[in-house]
């Protein structure tokens, strides 16, 4: 095919015209089979893409629902930026997934941030309002709905979640057991936090310098459940704190999740609260300084960077790098520090990639030589007042000092 004439640059803008060519054959394929689906049900188109596509039983499910839904909602927008090659199919999912319920985003708003971010962020911020009517309505059908008064989105969605919340364990045809869980936002934040830290104390085994990471997962979920180990871990929260009025507002997960001003006081009942201040650019922060990062400074990374700054895996899983690196005289402060997960981090010191540090002081990696001329799309408006909640969690920013908590 001649790929190995191309420059870097080059390829990689093949690459991108070849994924939106495929986007757009799938646009055409969910097409045919919602006809098929209008025609015969879900479930027996799904049983014909199986028996004629040879597909798994599980993938011809997935097209035929997701075919179902596009249609059944009337979400032909989607459709329509799938076939220009605007979005891949995993945005699709998301948006038929989440624009039907009333207070998500409208399918608009979805598809302007889906042209500006990959789906799994977008899919992590859909408790979004679309307009601060859609707010007002929400709540007003919350409070006359629970007897105790009004209820939070975020309140009503963590009920959602533990509605829907399941977990199995089976023997498989291989002879292993396979677990599965479907956990809400907080709970499986917390286990997820704490399974790291289990994972980092069979890291630091020496039976365990050759096993993979997955192995080492699987050892430190059965280290907690049969009670081999209890490692410290810390759920970091964060919220604003507003000097006019006394109180905190926005809170958060560190990768921007929201919560509920009664999810945070409960969370925070039991948990270390760490005040800092910080200005707009993250430059100076009233912390201290080490060698190597402190679990301070890990906190607020993680508050700034939302997860890997390369593929937003989440902060627990992540290694303070530094930018300049530390042999050639680097800092250990946070304006030199970035968070990278271990896959990414590894990638990073073998393929040479560059970090930049934009204005507002959360870095990005930026890939070398001429691809650096392929910039990201801009970011787009927030729909409703107040932070995008796409972004990463952390100050507005200004040029003056903005307070905040970490829990």
């Known amino acids: ?51 004629y596509t040879r597909m ?17 909602h009337s979400l032909g927008g989607t459709l329509d930026a799938l076939a220009e090659g605007q979005i891949q199919l995993s945005h699709a999912r998301v948006i038929a997934r989440e624009a039907p319920k009333v207070h998500r985003r409208s399918e608009e708003s979805f598809l302007g941030l889906c042209g500006a971010y990959p789906s799994d962020v977008v899919a992590r911020h859909t408790l979004a309002y679309e307009s ?8 007003a059908e919350a409070a006359s709905a629970a007897p105790g008064g009004a209820v939070e989105p975020a309140d009503a969605e963590l009920a959602l979640q533990r509605h829907k919340r399941r977990c199995s364990m089976r023997l498989g045809d291989d002879g292993m057991w396979h677990l599965a869980a479907d956990l809400d936002f907080i ?53 604003d704190y507003d000097i006019a009025s006394g109180r905190l507002a926005n809170p958060r997960l560190d990768d921007g999740t929201p919560i509920s001003a009664a999810q945070l006081a409960e969370l925070a009942a039991d948990a270390k609260i760490l005040p800092a201040i910080f200005n707009g650019d993250w430059s100076q922060l009233a912390l201290g300084r080490v060698r190597s990062a402190s679990e301070a400074q890990r906190i607020i990374l993680a508050i700034r960077d939302g997860g890997c700054i390369a593929c937003a895996t989440h902060s627990e899983h992540c290694h303070a790098h530094h930018i300049d690196y530390y042999e050639d005289g680097g800092l250990s402060d946070i304006v030199n520090l970035a968070s990278l997960c ?66």
């Not at 798994?56 to 059944?72: D, I, K, P, V, Y």
């Open 132 to 139: 601060q009517q859609v707010y007002a309505d929400l709540a």
């Open 342 to 407: 271990e896959p990414c981090h590894i990638d990073h010191h073998q393929r040479h990639w560059s970090i930049e540090t934009p204005p507002d002081g959360r870095p990005r990696r930026a890939p070398p030589d001429d691809r650096t001329r392929l910039a990201p799309p801009a970011e787009p408006s927030p729909q409703r007042p107040g932070r995008d909640p796409t972004r990463s969690p952390g100050p507005v920013s200004t040029p003056q000092d903005k307070p905040a908590t970490a829990a």
């Open 56 to 72: 798994n039983s599980a993938q011809a499910r997935s097209e035929a629902r997701l075919a179902e839904a596009l249609g059944e």
């Open 1 to 51: 095919m001649g790929l190995e004439s191309l420059t870097d640059g080059d390829l990689v803008d093949r690459v991108v015209e070849l994924a939106a060519e495929r986007s757009c054959a799938e646009a055409r394929f969910l097409a045919a089979v919602g006809e098929l689906v209008s025609r015969d049900g879900a479930q027996s188109a799904a049983w014909q893409l199986r028996e």
């Open 187 to 239: 709970a499986g934040r917390q286990i997820n936090t704490l399974l790291a830290a289990a994972e980092r104390a069979v890291r630091r085994r020496d039976a365990s310098a050759e096993d993979s990471f997955p192995q080492r997962n699987a050892d430190a979920l059965c280290d907690l459940m049969l009670g081999r180990q209890r490692p410290q871990a810390n759920l970091v929260i964060a919220a």
